[in-house]
């Protein structure tokens, strides 16, 4: 069964993150609007008492022409005497009705987002199934010998994320040092879109499910193909290995074909032409240019074989905060051509980068626009400041931020999931005998889990980083919930139906690139890849799971969608323009 983002509540009150019993408690609905009304915190309340009766009635009747003029004092009000106004309207008119135009299209943005269905956030129960936390993100808190959390360190974060005051979370018992990333990000307010709180995913996968199995098997061969050049996967013996123990596991959601996964399948995902040609987008192969200056997409890579994190003493320290940094770079730049070099760029990245470059490769190929925009075939207007390559290009980098608000606060607040690092963990010392975990078979028995004890002497799933995962929880994906919303962006706005002119490949060895020679490659499925791309090349890294990636994509789908849908009361033309989620149903903003 796909999982899909919902934004309507669901219906199982059992399990729900800290606090969301006592704040659906406070929550009311108005019958007559048929609107949610969330609690408003303590902080909130003194904001709103600051602003105080003056403020709000200035609000209401402050929008005439001597208000506006009040904001520059050395101006005048013109009259209807004017010679420079000859025909009698007073620009303070058209500042007023403008003022008060802009005050009801902001009213009308402030209804939308009133109106939107009030979500209930549910979790999969594991931060309160197991009292020592192993299914619980815990990196960068002290641990003991096993690698489970201490308690009372576990508590300290607990108490600053269940009341979210930020002198707590400055209180809570690091390990080694390594400091928390952004813990609070997801209690920031947005003001344009759906707020962080008002968007949802659904729960992952329990710890001792056969799901959470079937992705931990998949994150092992990753970790063991990281050196296999994609163009390789449907002769390498090593790829067909790891294609037929994914066909055979108790719950692998990967996708078939006639129901097997194959070398063509292997870490794909089942979005709309994401199976059509190379594994890997035209948009982190092609080069481009950035305005005058041409950009090449080759990249300084990492040395074959280059894993982390395999030895138990170092795997430990990590867990408690240590932050190793001795990566080994290949002296050639290259294309992107494996596992380990996509890994290697997802380390790196501007978050957004990958989008911005394909809205660039684009806009340079003349790229279509979508048919619902209104300057899709004018005659006497070209697009520009809307429509245009600014707009456009500025969109991408505007939704990735308030995406990135979305799913932290999904990280912090709600899910609490572990990294697959700490999972790995648990894999080894069930298997040594050291500690008994509730581990499903299909990952204990799994032939990609003794390959890598023979490679490495270890049952510890090997990381393409040195320092490991960052020190945020698991799910969503950070990277996976950007793509989705600046993808969705460029949906909207170009024809999903076009092609990709002139589409190349790298060579054997990623020096150079090649036509690539195969069936057409639309704009829909090479965005839609290029999202799956970099949300799967942190798996690729052993930093997030499967269900990571793709709940995060939707996610920022979600996120983008809401924030279009506001924008589209600005327009002073029509807009109407269509897209495909990544779940293949069609929209209309």
Same mark, same amino acid.
């Given at each position: 069964?796909?999982?899909?983002?919902? +934004?309507?509540?669901?219906?199982?009150?059992?399990?729900?993150?800290?606090?969301?019993?006592?704040?659906?408690?406070?929550?009311?609905?108005?019958?007559?609007?048929?609107?949610?009304?969330?609690? #408003?915190? +303590?902080?909130?309340?003194?904001?709103?008492?600051?602003?105080?009766?003056?403020?709000?009635?200035?609000?209401?009747?402050?929008?005439?022409?001597?208000?506006?003029?009040?904001?520059?004092?050395?101006?005048?009000?013109?009259?209807?005497?004017?010679?420079?106004?000859?025909?009698?309207?007073?620009?303070?008119?058209?500042?007023?009705?403008?003022?008060?135009?802009?005050?009801?299209? /902001?009213?009308?943005?402030?209804?939308?987002?009133?109106?939107?269905?009030?979500?209930?956030?549910?979790?999969?129960?594991?931060?309160?199934?197991?009292?020592?936390?192993?299914?619980?993100?815990?990196?960068?808190?002290?641990?003991?010998?096993?690698?489970?959390?201490?308690?009372?360190?576990?508590?300290?974060?607990?108490?600053?994320?269940?009341?979210?005051?930020?002198?707590?979370?400055?209180?809570?018992?690091?390990?080694?040092?390594?400091?928390?990333?952004?813990?609070?990000?997801?209690?920031?307010?947005?003001?344009?879109?759906?707020?962080?709180?008002?968007?949802?995913?659904?729960?992952? @996968?329990?710890?001792?499910?056969?799901?959470?199995?079937?992705?931990?098997?998949?994150?092992?061969?990753?970790?063991?193909?990281?050196?296999?050049?994609?163009?390789?996967?449907?002769?390498?013996?090593?790829?067909?290995?790891?294609?037929?123990?994914?066909?055979?596991?108790?719950?692998?959601?990967?996708?078939?074909?006639?129901?097997?996964?194959?070398?063509? %399948?292997?870490?794909?995902?089942?979005?709309?032409?994401?199976?059509?040609?190379?594994?890997?987008?035209?948009?982190?192969?092609?080069?481009?240019?950035?305005?005058?200056?041409?950009?090449?997409?080759?990249?300084?890579? !990492?040395?074959?074989?280059?894993?982390?994190?395999?030895?138990?003493?170092?795997?430990?320290? #990590?867990? *408690?905060?240590?932050?190793?940094? *001795?990566?080994?770079?290949?002296?050639?730049? /290259?294309?992107?051509?494996? !596992?380990?070099?996509?890994?290697?760029?997802?380390?790196?990245?501007?978050?957004?980068?990958?989008?911005?470059?394909?809205?660039?490769?684009?806009?340079?190929?003349?790229?279509?626009?979508?048919?619902?925009? @209104?300057?899709?075939?004018?005659?006497?207007?070209?697009?520009?400041?809307?429509?245009?390559?600014?707009?456009? !290009?500025?969109?991408?980098?505007?939704?990735?931020?308030?995406?990135?608000?979305?799913?932290?606060?999904? +990280?912090?607040?709600?899910?609490?999931?572990?990294?697959?690092?700490?999972?790995?963990?648990?894999?080894?010392?069930?298997?040594?005998?050291?500690?008994?975990?509730?581990?499903?078979?299909?990952?204990? *028995?799994?032939?990609?889990?003794?390959?890598?004890?023979?490679?490495?002497?270890?049952?510890?799933? =090997?990381?393409?980083?040195?320092?490991?995962?960052?020190?945020?929880?698991?799910?969503?994906?950070?990277?996976?919930? #950007?793509?989705?919303?600046?993808?969705?962006?460029?949906?909207?706005?170009?024809?999903?139906?076009?092609?990709?002119?002139? =589409?190349?490949?790298? *060579?054997?060895?990623?020096?150079?690139?090649? =036509?690539?020679?195969?069936? =057409?490659?639309?704009?829909?499925?090479?965005?839609? +890849?290029?999202?799956?791309?970099?949300? #799967?090349? /942190?798996?690729?890294?052993?930093?997030?799971?499967?269900?990571?990636?793709?709940?995060?994509?939707? !996610?920022?789908?979600?996120?983008?969608?809401?924030?279009?849908?506001?924008?589209?009361? %600005?327009?002073?033309?029509?807009?109407?323009?269509?897209?495909?989620?990544?779940?293949?149903?069609?929209?209309?903003?």
């Amino acid at each position: 069964m796909k999982r899909r983002v919902s +934004k309507h509540p669901q219906s199982d009150k059992s399990i729900l993150p800290e606090g969301a019993m006592e704040a659906e408690a406070q929550t009311t609905r108005n019958d007559s609007s048929h609107t949610a009304v969330q609690p #408003v915190s +303590k902080t909130r309340r003194k904001f709103l008492g600051r602003v105080g009766a003056a403020t709000a009635a200035a609000i209401v009747t402050g929008a005439t022409s001597e208000t506006a003029l009040a904001q520059f004092p050395g101006g005048k009000k013109n009259t209807c005497d004017d010679p420079n106004f000859p025909f009698g309207v007073e620009p303070s008119d058209f500042a007023s009705n403008r003022y008060m135009k802009a005050y009801k299209c /902001r009213l009308e943005a402030a209804k939308m987002a009133q109106q939107r269905p009030l979500v209930r956030h549910i979790t999969n129960g594991d931060d309160v199934r197991y009292s020592n936390k192993i299914a619980s993100y815990t990196k960068a808190l002290p641990h003991n010998q096993l690698g489970e959390v201490d308690q009372n360190a576990y508590a300290s974060l607990a108490r600053a994320r269940e009341s979210q005051d930020p002198d707590l979370f400055e209180q809570i018992t690091l390990g080694l040092g390594r400091p928390l990333t952004s813990p609070q990000a997801g209690l920031a307010m947005d003001l344009e879109g759906p707020d962080s709180h008002h968007v949802t995913m659904p729960p992952p @996968p329990r710890f001792d499910s056969a799901e959470e199995a079937g992705e931990m098997v998949e994150l092992y061969w990753m970790a063991l193909l990281r050196d296999v050049n994609f163009s390789d996967w449907n002769s390498h013996p090593l790829a067909t290995q790891a294609a037929d123990e994914l066909s055979k596991l108790s719950d692998f959601r990967g996708p078939r074909e006639a129901g097997r996964v194959t070398p063509n %399948t292997l870490f794909r995902s089942n979005t709309p032409e994401d199976l059509n040609g190379p594994w890997l987008s035209q948009f982190l192969i092609k080069d481009f240019y950035f305005g005058a200056n041409l950009f090449s997409q080759k990249m300084k890579t !990492l040395v074959p074989g280059s894993d982390h994190m395999t030895s138990y003493d170092k795997w430990l320290a #990590v867990q *408690n905060g240590a932050s190793p940094n *001795n990566d080994q770079f290949d002296s050639t730049p /290259r294309y992107i051509r494996n !596992l380990r070099d996509l890994a290697q760029w997802v380390h790196v990245d501007a978050l957004y980068q990958a989008y911005l470059q394909a809205c660039l490769i684009m806009l340079e190929q003349g790229t279509r626009l979508d048919p619902g925009l @209104p300057l899709y075939n004018a005659k006497a207007q070209a697009g520009f400041a809307q429509c245009g390559g600014p707009h456009i !290009l500025s969109y991408v980098t505007e939704v990735a931020t308030r995406a990135l608000k979305a799913v932290w606060y999904q +990280k912090w607040f709600v899910h609490h999931r572990l990294r697959p690092e700490e999972f790995g963990g648990r894999v080894h010392n069930h298997i040594t005998g050291a500690a008994s975990y509730p581990i499903h078979t299909d990952v204990l *028995n799994s032939r990609a889990v003794q390959e890598v004890f023979k490679k490495y002497g270890t049952y510890l799933l =090997p990381q393409a980083f040195p320092e490991g995962s960052p020190t945020h929880s698991s799910y969503g994906s950070g990277h996976a919930t #950007v793509a989705g919303a600046c993808v969705t962006v460029l949906k909207a706005f170009f024809d999903e139906t076009d092609v990709i002119k002139n =589409p190349l490949v790298p *060579n054997a060895d990623g020096t150079a690139l090649v =036509p690539y020679d195969g069936p =057409p490659l639309t704009v829909l499925g090479e965005l839609n +890849k290029v999202a799956r791309n970099v949300a #799967v090349g /942190r798996n690729g890294a052993g930093v997030h799971w499967r269900t990571d990636a793709l709940g995060g994509m939707e !996610l920022g789908e979600a996120v983008a969608i809401g924030i279009m849908q506001e924008h589209k009361l %600005t327009y002073n033309d029509k807009v109407e323009m269509s897209l495909t989620k990544f779940d293949g149903t069609k929209i209309t903003i």
